[in-house]
């Protein structure tokens, strides 16, 4: 069982920058794959970001097109914690963020919710015009 806990989520204007985090239980937190969904009001859950683990200490790193270019991932192995870095918030950011985890570090593909077996509880982000 993992359990994930979000924070960070916010008001902020458009144009400004938040940083979620993900913290994550676990022993083998360096092995998983990490991803951040969101889903805004009427919508569906949509994929932002993930962490794919590839063995070792490598990462590979995917994002949607909607935030390519203004959101990065991070991730504190000793912390087990994963990050999001938000920069040039627009009002159509606003949703609730989930962070998700595949602690196999399976084969599925990183941008579909059901290849994720544990979600947080979400964090609110709310982009003002």
């Known amino acids: 069982q993992v359990q994930l806990v979000e924070s960070g989520g916010g008001l902020v204007q458009t144009g400004g920058s938040l940083r979620l985090s993900c913290a994550a239980s676990?022993?083998?937190?360096?092995?998983?794959?990490m991803a951040w969904f969101r889903q805004a009001p009427g919508k569906e859950r949509e994929f932002v970001s993930a962490?794919?683990?590839?063995?070792?200490?490598?990462?590979?790193?995917y994002y949607g097109n909607s935030v390519q270019g203004r959101f990065f991932i991070s991730r504190d192995n000793a912390k087990n914690t994963f990050y999001l870095q938000m920069s040039s918030l627009k009002p159509e950011d606003t949703a609730v963020y989930y962070c998700?985890?595949?602690?196999?570090?399976?084969?599925?593909?990183?941008?579909?919710?059901?290849?994720?077996?544990?979600w947080g509880q979400g964090t609110q982000v709310t982009v003002s015009s």
């Open positions: 998700a985890s595949d602690p196999e570090a399976s084969a599925r593909p990183v941008r579909v919710t059901t290849s994720y077996d544990y």
């Open positions: 676990g022993r083998t937190f360096s092995g998983y794959n």
């Open positions: 962490s794919k683990w590839s063995g070792g200490t490598t990462y590979y790193n």
